[in-house]
């Protein structure tokens, strides 16, 4: 079963840059569709973007434009390049995996998930 290790989180001014990746054991990446979530205090977790097996990409509305998803199945890793940070970032971001058919934005379909990654954008 694959395992998911996210990191890159931190504090930035708005406006600032970062990049998270999530890492993944197993030797069955490649089958997965991959996502980030987030989810701020008192919110429910939210979908920001995801990568299908077949790297085709989709984007909340919220973060299109700034944020780019992307994965190397050779390393086993998912990233998400988050740049113009808002302060209205500021969440827990989580990488998640799904082997159905069609890529989802609902975290349900997700079935593994990995512990998340703090995000904090100063204004």
């Known amino acids: 079963q694959v395992q998911l290790v996210e990191s890159g989180g931190g504090l930035v001014q708005a406006g600032d840059s970062l990049r998270l990746s999530c890492a993944a054991s197993?030797?069955?990446?490649?089958?997965?569709?991959m996502a980030w979530f987030r989810q701020a205090p008192g919110k429910e977790r939210e979908f920001a973007a995801s990568?299908?097996?077949?790297?085709?990409?989709n984007y909340a509305d919220s973060v299109k434009g700034r944020f780019t998803i992307s994965r190397n199945n050779a390393k086993n890793t998912v990233y998400l390049q988050m740049n113009s940070l808002k302060p209205e970032d500021t969440a827990v971001y989580y990488c998640?995996?799904?082997?159905?058919?069609?890529?989802?934005?609902?975290?349900?379909?997700?079935?593994?998930w990995g512990q998340g990654t703090q995000v904090t954008v100063s204004s």
């Open positions: 990568i299908s097996r077949s790297d085709i990409t």
């Open positions: 998640a995996a799904d082997a159905g058919v069609r890529m989802s934005t609902t975290p349900d379909r997700y079935d593994l």
């Open positions: 197993g030797r069955t990446f490649r089958i997965y569709h």
